[in-house]
């Protein structure tokens, strides 16, 4: 689904949501979104920690 279909699929579905329901679905979706974000920061760590042990690996085969 490209991002503009779940734009549309989630503004279609606030619509029909009293402001109880979208005040949780949209908490939901900031915890969603956090979550992704620490998943690229652990990620990018990941990639970095890699990358230095590759290049320990490539120092010591001198």
């Known amino acids: 689904m490209n991002t503009k279909t779940l734009i549309r699929n989630i503004e279609n579905l606030s619509a029909t949501l009293d402001q109880k329901q979208l005040t949780a679905f949209l908490d939901i979706m900031d915890a969603v979104a956090a979550m992704a974000n620490e998943a690229q920061e652990l ?7 890699r990358a230095s042990r590759l290049s320990q690996v490539a120092g010591g085969l001198h």
């Not at 990620?43 to 920690?49: E, H, L, R, V, Y």
């Open 43 to 49: 990620s990018k760590q990941d990639q970095s920690t």
